[in-house]
């Protein structure tokens, strides 16, 4: 989802604050994963690249791309195999000289979770903070739904959702990659290419690198949207998830935690999933140490107005 930004920017107070600045030392560098239906430099990316540089003047920002060409880039954000991409993303981050000394990551949408992977898979070199915006850490459960009589978009959506965990699907359409169906969880556990793998659900291929890995993290900053009508469940931002409901897996792990009041009644809450009490991640780790923050973005999918700002103030370009 491309990315929206409601904002004014006033270029001369704008020079003058950047003239007060006094840059010290150089800020931590940064790179961002952008999300479905963007690409690495779209107006809405230079954009959001331009006010992160006036918060952090000095900072050296790098753009994950797949492709150069931007409309190749747009299109690789949904056709392609999620392993090959974040592989790709790898070899470009260690080639980076401003990147040796490792760096914060902001992945917004679906770029959060590849670089979750990123993360749990190369983090060389390491991620510092990693900051996601409406990501998908537990995939996804249901394409946006179609208006009551528009026949062919049911038809579609329905086509799609019986095909997501075909090989082809699975190799080449990104979506249908993290695609986490709570009615076909056994479906999905043998056929899923890339979420089941990150989220080291599939038991006997659990990595134990994936969890030391993500463990690493200094914080791990998870932002939900509150009205997220593009994301089925938008609680996968938080590592919620639907309950499963064909008996292939562990539905619900009690705890005494108190479901967040936002949250839908049918959706597991991340301190519920067994992902994370049974530690599969290093998720539960890193949530104990007090470094896993649960932000809200008050909106729709994407609609960054200004709530980026905090965060990345915060969570961005500390001293190396
Ligand atoms: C676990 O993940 C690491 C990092 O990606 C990889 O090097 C290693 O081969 C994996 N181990 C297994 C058993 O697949």
Not at 144 to 170: E, M, T
Not at 241 to 264: C, F, M, V, Y
Not at 285 to 312: A, P, T, Y
């Amino acid at each position: 989802m491309t990315l929206w930004f409601l904002l004014h920017v006033c270029a001369t107070s704008l020079l003058a604050a950047a003239a007060a600045a006094s840059v010290i030392t150089s800020p931590r560098s940064l790179v961002l994963w952008h999300g479905l239906g963007d690409s690495h430099s779209s107006p809405g990316m230079l954009e959001f690249m331009k006010l992160i540089e006036e918060v952090h003047p000095g900072m050296f920002i790098h753009s994950v791309f797949i492709e150069q060409d931007l409309s190749k880039d747009r299109r690789a954000g949904f056709y392609g195999n999620i392993d090959d991409q974040v592989k790709l993303a790898a070899e470009q981050m260690s080639s980076i000289p401003e990147l040796e000394h490792g760096f914060d990551a902001v992945g917004l949408s679906q770029g959060g979770q590849f670089l979750r992977a990123y993360v749990e898979r190369y983090n060389d070199p390491p991620v510092n903070n990693l900051i996601t915006f409406g990501s998908q850490h537990m995939g996804i459960s249901d394409i946006p739904l179609c208006k009551p009589n528009d026949f062919i978009c049911q038809l579609a959506r329905r086509a799609a959702k019986s095909a997501v965990y075909s090989s082809w699907a699975q190799n080449n359409l990104i979506q249908a990659q993290y695609f986490r169906d709570p009615a076909n969880y056994g479906t999905y556990l043998e056929a899923g290419h890339f979420l089941p793998f990150i989220n080291n659900e599939v038991e006997e291929m659990r990595n134990q690198t994936y969890a030391k890995n993500l463990a690493s993290l200094n914080k791990l900053v998870l932002v939900i949207f509150t009205e997220d009508k593009t994301v089925v469940p938008k609680e996968s931002a938080w590592f919620g998830s639907e309950e499963i409901s064909d008996g292939k897996g562990i539905a619900r792990t009690l705890s005494n935690q108190e479901p967040l009041s936002t949250w839908e009644s049918t959706i597991i809450p991340m301190r519920e999933q067994p992902l994370y009490t049974e530690d599969w991640i290093g998720l539960r780790e890193l949530d104990e140490r007090g470094d896993v923050v649960l932000e809200s973005c008050v909106g729709e999918h994407m609609q960054m107005s200004d709530c980026w700002k905090d965060l990345i103030v915060e969570y961005a370009g500390g001293p190396l």
